[in-house]
């Protein structure tokens, strides 16, 4: 049974930090959490000139400085301290290895991210704490809105989409949204199909009755509602993450979720590509990455000992 008690927010001291508190907003609103949390992870290295040039002239500490600049965005944005008193963090280090440590030890149920966090604005901060962190991540953009009405479920017909599922439930108890489930279909590498609509939907409706059977083993094999709405697409250039994307787009889909698994007790977690290529920074659809709490809990009680 999910639950989204203790939400981390992460902050990075850009022009993004304004939407994620916003996203902070909904949260508190709609799921009623424990406590909500916003980090910054000072790093020297990576702190942009425009900040830089307004505090070298204090004597007081550059920590000190940073975090009243981040509780002036709180109190600003944050509109339901009355309701729940945020709490704000400010630590130094690492900006993975801090943030994936906190969220360890607070146990933390969900972590926001904006798609650009770090000041390189390049994604690999996040991509890096999405393999690390112990708890589901939802990924968002500066233009994401605050509402989830229409959720896809990635499926690839395995556990990892049975969680995803999961999690959607929790979702939509909360919030009434509709739920799909979505699956990409790769095409075998030694199909080269003709580059027309029209091929495309003979080559579809070809496959219409392999993947509703496929779909309804899945249903009955984990035991999961008949009556989730099932769709799925062709992938005829290799790229599923695009695939979805492309869907989510022009069916108004405002979250898509996708499960992830541990590959290695002995290795860092490894994502699979599509979940990687759909947290990347050129695709605006907020997309929510959710682990399986037992399948991860031993791992990284043995990571961070």
């Not at 927010?9 to 799921?31: K, P, R």
């Not at 963090?89 to 149920?109: P, S, W």
């Not at 959720?151 to 995803?164: D, K, Q, Y």
């Amino acid at each position: 049974m999910f639950k989204l008690d203790n939400i981390l927010i992460c902050l990075d001291l850009t022009e993004m930090d304004e939407s994620l508190i916003g996203y902070a907003n909904f949260m508190v609103e709609t799921f009623n959490p424990s406590s909500v949390t916003f980090i910054h992870v000072m790093d020297t290295y990576e702190i942009p000139e425009e900040i830089i040039d307004t505090i070298t002239d204090s004597d007081r500490p550059l920590k000190d400085l940073l975090k009243e600049e981040i509780v002036e965005k709180v109190q600003e944005h944050y509109k339901h301290a009355d309701k729940l008193k945020p709490i704000v963090i400010m630590e130094e280090g690492l900006t993975v290895e801090r943030i994936v440590k906190y969220a360890q030890k607070n146990k933390t149920d969900l972590a926001v991210m904006g798609k650009k966090i770090g000041y390189i604005g390049e994604g690999g901060v996040v991509k890096k704490i999405i393999g690390l962190i112990p708890s589901s991540v939802l990924l968002i953009s500066e233009t994401s809105a605050y509402r989830f009405t229409r959720i896809m479920v990635r499926t690839n017909f395995a556990s990892p989409s049975v969680v995803a599922f999961q999690m959607a439930k929790f979702l939509q108890n909360a919030t009434g949204a509709s739920i799909e489930f979505h699956n990409v279909y790769k095409l075998p590498y030694n199909y080269f199909p003709e580059q027309s609509a029209q091929a495309a939907q003979k080559l579809k409706a070809r496959l219409e009755p392999y993947m509703t059977k496929k779909y309804e083993k899945f249903v009955k094999k984990y035991k999961l509602p008949a009556d989730i709405p099932f769709n799925y697409t062709v992938d005829v250039k290799g790229d599923e993450a695009q695939s979805l994307y492309n869907y989510a787009v022009r069916n108004q889909v405002d979250l898509v979720i996708t499960g992830t698994r541990l590959k290695s007790q002995l290795a860092n977690i490894i994502m699979d590509s599509t979940s990687e290529k759909l947290a990347g920074v050129e695709k605006n659809v907020p997309v929510m990455i959710v682990k399986d709490v037992k399948e991860f809990v031993g791992f990284f009680k043995a990571l961070f000992e």
